[in-house]
C-alpha cells in the first residue's frame, strides 16, 4: 500500500490566529482560533489531509468557513490523483 503515511493519536494543532466571529452554536460574539487536524476522506478510496479549521474559543465548536474548507477539498482532490 502507498500514498499517505498516517500518523496515528495526532492531536488538533493550534496554529495561532485568531479571528472575530458570532458562533453560530453558542451565539457569542467571541474569538475563533484556527486549528490544523487531519481528516479522512473517502474519495476513491482513503484520503487523509491535514485540513485547517476555526474553532470557537468558547464552546469548541468547530466553525464552518468556506474559505478554509475549500482548500482542504483541493488538497482531497490532489490526493485522489497520485
Ligand atoms: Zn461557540
Do not use: W
Not at 5 to 24: L, N
Not at 25 to 45: L, N
Amino acid at each position: 500500500m502507498r500514498g499517505h503515511e498516517y500518523k496515528s493519536g495526532q492531536e488538533d494543532v493550534e496554529i495561532g490566529g485568531e479571528m472575530d466571529i458570532t458562533c453560530p452554536y453558542c451565539e457569542e460574539h467571541t474569538k475563533a482560533k484556527m486549528v490544523s487536524k487531519y481528516e479522512s476522506y473517502s474519495a476513491h478510496g482513503q484520503v487523509v489531509v491535514e485540513a485547517e479549521v476555526v474553532v470557537c474559543s468558547k464552546c469548541d465548536n468547530e466553525i464552518f468557513d468556506e474559505e478554509l474548507d475549500g482548500v482542504t477539498i483541493d488538497k482531497v482532490y490532489q490526493g485522489t490523483k497520485q
